[in-house]
């Protein structure tokens, strides 16, 4: 019921806006710059999201629920959230990209367009290769070692386990070996693509006269 009535409340302020905005729309369907508009609050929408989600995830969200969930249950939370967010992390980055693209032709790129088109398509491309490539496989195999973790009795702790003995085990240590390479690769991949981002923005805020 309070998700309903939130999401009613929310309707009636975009309702509110749109009604507000009216004659200002108006005003820029009759100039004809209605499409630029849009193109323009697209981009901010998608690019402004796709930044707040990976500074969110990447040095907020995992980090707290590693140390307040059980081990496999964050780690189970980890493997339905990340496929979503490189899903949707990707569509946002592309569509920044595109109408950065749309506002910005080729033909009149000056040295810091061409920087801020790099970082969204840096953030683009690490993203899909996240999404297609290494996120599948650094799941599968933290699945694979929270089974062997699981037939141990271990996996219910917060936190990394701390049996030392357990951790040397051959089997145990070579899934760990194999995991934490692809994992880092992963993370490489997740930094490189926000670096990408806070690349663009900076530009982007380089680039912006604000009137106070």
Not at 32 to 43: F, P, Q
Not at 144 to 165: L, S
Request: proline letters at 2%; aromatic letters at 14%; a neutral charge.
């Amino acid at each position: 019921m309070t998700f309903q009535v939130c999401l009613n409340l929310l309707g009636l302020c975009f309702l509110c806006v749109i009604v507000s905005m009216s004659s200002r729309i108006s005003e820029e369907i009759q100039k004809g710059h209605l499409l630029t508009t849009t193109i323009r609050l697209v981009h901010l929408i998608s690019f402004g999201t796709w930044f707040g989600m990976q500074f969110w995830v990447t040095f907020i969200a995992g980090y707290k629920m590693y140390f307040t969930l059980t081990r496999h249950t964050f780690g189970n939370l980890q493997s339905q959230l990340f496929p979503v967010y490189f899903t949707v992390g990707s569509c946002l980055s592309t569509v920044a990209l595109v109408t950065y693209y749309l506002m910005h032709p080729v033909e009149v790129w000056t040295g810091d367009e061409k920087l801020q088109v790099s970082g969204l398509a840096v953030s683009m491309l690490a993203t899909l290769i996240n999404k297609f490539y290494l996120e599948p496989r650094t799941t599968a195999m933290m699945l694979k070692r929270y089974a062997y973790e699981k037939e141990h009795g271990y996996g219910d702790d917060i936190g990394p386990i701390k049996d030392e003995a357990f951790k040397m085990d051959e089997t145990y240590l070579k899934m760990t070996h194999e995991f934490c390479m692809v994992h880092g690769f992963t993370s490489m991949a997740n930094i490189l693509a926000y670096t990408g981002s806070f690349l663009h923005v900076w530009l982007l805020a380089k680039s912006q006269v604000l009137v106070i």
